[in-house]
């Protein structure tokens, strides 16, 4: 993301805050031990610190990050598996990414990672996933397939796929188009392939993002497109394609601003229930503003 000097760890404040107070709307998840709908949770951007008390924006991230797992808890378990899409440890290091490592452990739950532009894949790898600092990943999950791409440019905050993503994904559609099975798929990175209207967030979007999206023309098996890094949220939809971006789970970004601004908007998440035919449901959930450490 821009304004770097924002981001800096000098230019934030370093006071302990509490861990907020849980209050969300309620929601009806109900699991089938029948059902073959496959429950995914979405969380991103959480930005985490070596330090447990380091806050980013005024917002200890490693609270709000607790408080919207407790949100999730109370309202939405057990999910089917957890998708991280990126941006994970602000500061790089890795004390970070084992107290991410040590809050996975507790979630009893299959989770998946892809870095973001604040992070560093090896850490990511080592320390909490192996395998998540690969360019490209293929995990089975019920009918669906779900395809995490890393869309990180080493020292870059704007984003690119590889082209060898690129066509390994067209191979594996291409496959399955031509098999009896055509498993619908969800594909998740960190950065925005498509404009989603703030002009200086737009700057840093995948550059090669056309060509994933004439992939979502081409394939109509690719059901959903869904990624982080705007800090806010974005549903719309091309021809069969779902293109989603979720909420952080700190700090937000004002939608449709031209210049860097902050959202007054809660920490969330995004649920999504997927079916076996390939139609999905989804949804948000926030902390209630006056769960928030100010």
């Not at 890795?94 to 973001?116: Q, T, V, W």
């Not at 984003?159 to 099975?181: I, M, N, V, W």
């Not at 989603?196 to 059901?223: C, F, H, I, K």
């Amino acid at each position: 993301m821009a304004q770097t000097d924002r981001l800096s760890p000098d230019s934030i404040d370093n006071k302990a805050i509490e861990a907020p107070r849980i209050v969300g709307r309620s929601s009806t998840w109900t699991r089938d031990s029948h059902s073959n709908t496959q429950r995914i949770l979405q969380l991103t951007d959480i930005h985490l610190y070596a330090e447990p008390d380091r806050r980013l924006f005024d917002q200890c991230t490693r609270s709000s990050f607790a408080a919207v797992i407790a949100l999730a808890q109370a309202t939405q378990w057990p999910p089917d598996a957890i998708l991280f899409t990126g941006d994970l440890v602000h500061d790089e290091r890795a004390e970070g990414y084992r107290h991410l490592r040590a809050c996975i452990d507790n979630l009893g739950c299959p989770c998946f990672c892809i870095p973001g532009n604040h992070d560093r894949p090896d850490l990511l790898a080592s320390e909490v996933e192996p395998g998540a600092d690969r360019d490209m990943r293929i995990q089975r999950l019920g009918a669906w397939d779900l395809i995490l791409l890393d869309s990180t440019i080493p020292g870059s905050e704007g984003g690119r796929l590889q082209p060898h993503s690129l066509a390994t994904l067209a191979r594996h559609l291409e496959q399955q188009r031509e098999s009896s099975q055509q498993r619908p798929a969800l594909v998740a990175l960190h950065h925005q392939p498509i404009p989603v209207g703030s002009r200086w967030l737009d700057t840093m979007q995948v550059e090669n993002g056309a060509e994933l999206m004439a992939l979502a023309e081409q394939y109509p098996q690719l059901r959903v497109i869904l990624w982080g890094h705007v800090h806010q949220t974005f549903d719309r939809q091309l021809d069969g394609t779902r293109l989603l971006a979720t909420p952080s789970t700190c700090a937000q970004f004002k939608p449709g601003s031209d210049d860097f601004a902050l959202d007054a908007q809660a920490p969330g998440y995004r649920w999504l229930e997927l079916e076996p035919d390939g139609n999905l449901r989804t949804g948000v959930e926030r902390l209630a503003t006056e769960a928030l450490d100010t």
